[in-house]
């Protein structure tokens, strides 16, 4: 079946400027997670969803960053007044939940990746 | 929170010998360790992953063993073969319903030479 599609799969722009990242899950995946990869790292944890809803925006850098998802599908991520140290590749994951509390499925499957360069 | 050291940072390794891959946590709640391979332009692809009540597991020519008491867990690769090469990720992850979001290592560049 298909898999996690982002897109567009490369953005460049200036610095000042709004961007929105989109993320189309695997259909039925009840968890969505946006992580950032920054050139020769590792990846970095932002927000993660729960159908609609975000208990977890710990990951966030700054007010800056936003994400929202609807219909326990697609996830959009927005940065705004972009900075240079935006630049990095954004990927999204999802994952479904299975098996009694305490006991989940924990593989994340990984789309492409959006690469962000603000100049 | 949790932290995940990775060694080492680039590994360059003849045909057919195999690839170790070690990783280090801290925190010792962790319970969820799984490995990823990143190839160019590419997210990340799942290769394999062990949970915390088991202390090695394999499959074909991957292996990963988990040391719990010493907080370590490393990749093994054997027969290593050219599709290898590609970036490796370690990651681990705390026990929390429904949100597994991982802490990830830096990243091992394994490099395969023919």
């Known amino acids: 079946g298909a898999g996690v599609s982002q897109s567009p799969s490369n953005k460049v722009t200036e610095k000042g400027k709004d961007v929105e990242l989109r993320c189309d899950p695997i259909?039925?995946?009840?968890?969505l997670y946006w992580y950032r990869q920054r050139l020769g790292q590792g990846l970095e944890f932002l927000i993660y969803f729960q159908g609609n809803s975000a208990p977890d925006k710990s990951g966030l850098p700054s007010d800056r960053f936003s994400a929202e998802r609807t219909g326990e599908s697609v996830s959009t991520l927005t940065i705004q007044r972009t900075q240079q140290e935006d630049s990095a590749v954004y990927l999204c994951?999802?994952?479904?939940?299975?098996?009694?509390?305490?006991?989940?499925?924990?593989?994340?499957?990984f789309g492409p990746g959006t690469r962000l360069t603000v100049t | 929170g949790e932290n995940v050291e990775q060694h080492p940072s680039t590994l360059s390794v003849q045909e057919g010998d195999s690839a170790v891959i070690k990783c280090t946590y801290s925190d010792s709640a962790s319970n969820y360790f799984p490995w990823y391979k990143q190839e160019l332009g590419k997210g990340p692809q799942l290769i394999i992953d062990?949970?915390?009540?088991?202390g090695e597991k394999k499959d074909q020519r991957i292996a990963v063993t988990l040391n719990k008491t010493a907080k370590h867990f490393s990749l093994h690769i054997t027969e290593t073969q050219p599709e290898d090469s590609a970036v490796y990720f370690c990651?681990?992850?705390?026990?929390?319903?429904?949100?597994?979001?991982?802490?990830f290592g830096t990243g091992t560049r394994l490099t395969i030479i023919p």
């Open positions: 994951a999802s994952s479904i939940i299975i098996g009694r509390r305490g006991q989940s499925s924990y593989e994340q499957y």
């Open positions: 062990i949970r915390s009540n088991v």
């Open positions: 990651a681990a992850s705390l026990p929390n319903f429904g949100n597994e979001k991982l802490t």
């Open positions: 259909s039925g995946h009840t968890a």
